[in-house]
């Protein structure tokens, strides 16, 4: 099943129920990667906060243009084939190290001492989120909650949807 956001609204409203039972508010929701910004929209709507977008970590040893190619055939290729492609593609960058691109955190987040909401389409390792909430949570002293739609390892984000490899329209290998 390919996900796409307007098939999901429900499940996104039944995280965001449990989110306000657990009485979670939130300051700022920060999407990560371009791939996701109408999540992080859907959420700052609903918590009524600032969104800001943060960069997609950058795994040491990839390379971008080989990237650039595969990611712009996926489109092409049967479901079968995207999710052996994305297991692979797991296999080999799941012990990859990751590297949190060097920008300033200053003035893109909330001042109202809130916790911000970290938000992504997958998670597997838990790499991209945690390094992302640990520089947040160092620099700036704010608390992090965690989202994605789908968790594919063992990490848990703090919310998401489901469990299960998946395509994403904007990212058809899932991971």
């Known amino acids: 099943m390919t996900i796409r956001y307007k098939d999901i609204r429900k499940n996104l409203d039944d ?21 996701t910004e109408q999540l992080g929209l859907y959420f700052s709507d609903r ?10 970590v950058i795994r040491k040893g990839r390379n971008r243009k080989l990237a650039h190619i595969l990611n712009s055939s996926y489109p092409y ?15 080999l960058y799941s012990g990859s190290e990751r590297i949190i691109p060097d920008i300033s955190l200053k003035g893109m987040l ?8 970290l938000v992504d389409d997958n998670c597997f390792t838990g790499n991209s989120l945690n390094l992302w909430k640990t520089r947040i949570e160092n620099e700036t002293k704010i608390r992090v ?3 994605a739609i ?23 290998i899932g991971i």
């Open 145 to 147: 909650k965690t989202f």
């Open 77 to 91: 290729f049967p479901e079968f084939a995207l999710k052996l492609l994305s297991y692979g593609y797991r296999r």
């Open 110 to 117: 909330s001042d109202t001492g809130l916790p911000v909401l």
């Open 15 to 35: 995280v965001f129920t449990r989110m306000n039972s657990d009485g979670l508010e939130i300051g700022t929701v920060v999407n990560l990667g371009t791939g």
């Open 47 to 56: 918590f009524g906060c600032k969104k800001t977008q943060l960069p997609s």
């Open 150 to 172: 789908t968790v594919t390892g063992n990490f848990r984000p703090d919310y998401f949807c489901f469990e299960g490899w998946h395509s994403f329209e904007w990212r058809p």
